[in-house]
T-cell receptor, first 114, second 112 residues
């Protein structure tokens, strides 16, 4: 089992640029979650999908953020345009049956916006 | 709403010391309770869980007991190792919740 795979591990970009983060969930997992982690705000749920359909995007900070899941094995989180306050570690996680089953996290993408 | 309050860190212990990290919660409905651990440079991973009152979750020498009367789920380990150095997160979910509620995390450092 390869686990949840995220890419890139690190991303450094300039303010105003578009950033795309990628995630491959564990095969057979029906739920996919995007989290953001900062020192100030801790872990925040941005959006989650069930069977590739977005269920709750109330955590997405603003319209600059968008997420897609075109198929069961791939998801993207896009920030356009990026701002310095978006600097954080972004985690993707998947689970088999939702919130009461263990979440399997990827190793995260550390985003720095200068 | 749901909330989780964790013991403030950081916590520094010597190897073989006893560990307790306090966690209390408020929940709408009957929660399931979790402890996740995050090692440096990695994502969170489930350490243990309990789904009903008086259940004890255990894994890798860590234990936590679901105490409904005190709304607590304290994490304990009898003898910590340097390799236990990590950030520990208490979390809960309820049947109607649309997300896991995480505590703020407790940084543990174990010195040799």
């Amino acid at each position: 089992d390869a686990g949840v795979i995220q890419s890139p591990r690190h991303e450094v970009t300039e303010m105003g640029q578009e950033v795309t983060l990628r995630c491959k969930p564990i095969s057979g997992h029906d739920y996919l979650f995007w989290y953001r982690q900062t020192m100030m705000r801790g872990l925040e749920l941005l959006i989650y999908f069930n069977n590739n359909v977005p269920i709750d995007d109330s955590g997405m900070p603003e319209d600059r953020f968008s997420a897609k899941m075109p198929n069961a094995s791939f998801s993207t989180l896009k920030i356009q345009p990026s701002e310095p306050r978006d600097s954080a570690v972004y985690f993707c996680a998947s689970s088999k049956t939702g919130l009461n089953s263990p979440l399997h996290f990827g190793n995260g993408t550390r985003l720095t916006v200068t | 709403g749901n909330s989780v309050t964790q013991m403030e860190g950081p916590v520094t212990l010597s190897e073989e010391a006893f560990l307790t990290i306090n966690c209390t919660y408020t929940a709408t409905g009957y929660p399931s309770l979790f402890w996740y651990v995050q090692y440096p440079g990695e994502g969170l991973q489930l350490l243990l869980k309990a789904t009903k009152a008086d259940d004890k979750g255990s894994n890798k020498g860590f234990e936590a007991t679901y105490r409904k009367e005190t709304t607590s789920f304290h994490l304990e380990k009898g003898s910590v190792q340097v390799s236990d150095s990590a950030v520990y997160f208490c979390a809960l979910s309820t049947p109607k919740a649309r997300q896991l509620t995480f505590g703020s995390g407790t940084q543990l450092t174990v010195l040799p």
